[in-house]
């Protein structure tokens, strides 16, 4: 029987289990996918002893994914260039490998609900600088995205990812996003505002034009504000629940050997979960 877990502290809010029980059960596979809490204090120690603590791999989560990171004998190319890892496996000859399939999850998400969507220009504005948006930035560049416009409450963050990411990514004043929508063939909310519980984004669409496609990697609400008004004045739009559920393939297929789908079904049930439908 081969386990694997997602880990963090605290983890009883991830829906992972739920989303990995659901292939479990759809591919019949005998193995276990659990929450398990672990606190930052003993990450290193717990990471670097999967076997031991009997799994073959897990999914990294908050505060432990640069912990992951260094723990990781072996990175793919994503998790270097983002420098944090969600998910572990061990190969065939005991080495860890670590991985972010937060960028692969996202280009997933808008492959599988609007094909092509990267075909619409070369121009991206990426809202936030913090955790996800690198995974985001990581993905546009990986596409047809040749100029990517960070704007952050932080102007000093979104200037040291686009340091990071190099001549293609530049960092733009919150203050100056209207002029530089005006441009922009792709946007993307990759803050937590517009959350439930957080405040809401506000930001004018006025100058974008109607063929730019934008998504939020929020998606709860499942509809945010930013997708709503979008979708109101016309423009293609797609909600950030996919993400959440293609960043889990890679693990799955590491630990238990099937690639499985992101299904329509897979969909409805986490949001029935979630109390989203
Ligand atoms: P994070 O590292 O804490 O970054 C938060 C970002 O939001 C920063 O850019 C921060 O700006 C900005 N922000 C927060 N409060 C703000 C406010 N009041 N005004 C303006 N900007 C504000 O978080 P994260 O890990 O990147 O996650 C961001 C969001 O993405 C969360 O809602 C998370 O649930 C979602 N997410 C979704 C998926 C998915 O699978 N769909 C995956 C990962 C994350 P400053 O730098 O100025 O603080």
Aim: aromatic share 8%.
């Amino acid at each position: 029987m081969r386990n694997a877990a997602v880990t963090g502290h605290p983890i009883g809010h991830s829906k992972s289990p739920l989303i990995h029980g659901y292939w479990l059960k759809q591919h019949d596979i005998e193995g276990s996918y659990i929450a398990k809490d672990v606190p930052p204090e003993t990450a290193e120690s717990f990471y670097s002893s999967l076997a031991a603590h009997g799994f073959v791999g897990c999914n990294v989560t908050i505060p432990n994914k640069e912990c992951a990171y260094n723990s990781a004998e072996k990175l793919d190319d994503a998790a270097e260039m983002i420098g944090a890892v969600n998910t572990l496996w061990l190969d065939d000859t005991g080495v860890l490998n670590g991985s972010n399939t937060d960028g692969p999850g996202f280009l997933g998400n808008m492959d599988q609900i609007l094909p092509n969507w990267d075909n619409n220009g070369n121009k991206a504005v990426v809202l936030g600088a913090g955790g996800a948006s690198r995974a985001i930035i990581w993905a546009l560049l990986s596409r047809e995205y040749t100029e990517v416009y960070i704007a952050n409450r932080t102007m000093k963050k979104a200037e040291v990812l686009a340091d990071h990411f190099g001549p293609n990514a530049t960092a733009i004043k919150w203050d100056s996003l209207g002029k530089m929508l005006g441009q922009a063939d792709f946007l993307v909310n990759t803050t937590s505002l517009g959350m439930t519980g957080q405040p809401e984004l506000n930001i004018d669409l006025n100058n974008l034009s109607k063929s730019a496609v934008v998504t939020d990697i929020v998606y709860s609400p499942l509809q945010t504000r930013l997708l709503h008004d979008a979708a109101k004045r016309g423009n293609p739009t797609v909600d950030g629940l996919g993400m959440l559920l293609h960043q889990a393939v890679p693990g799955f297929e590491k630990w238990f050997g099937v690639r499985p789908e992101v299904t329509d079904e897979l969909r409805e049930m986490i949001l029935r979960e979630m109390g989203l439908t």
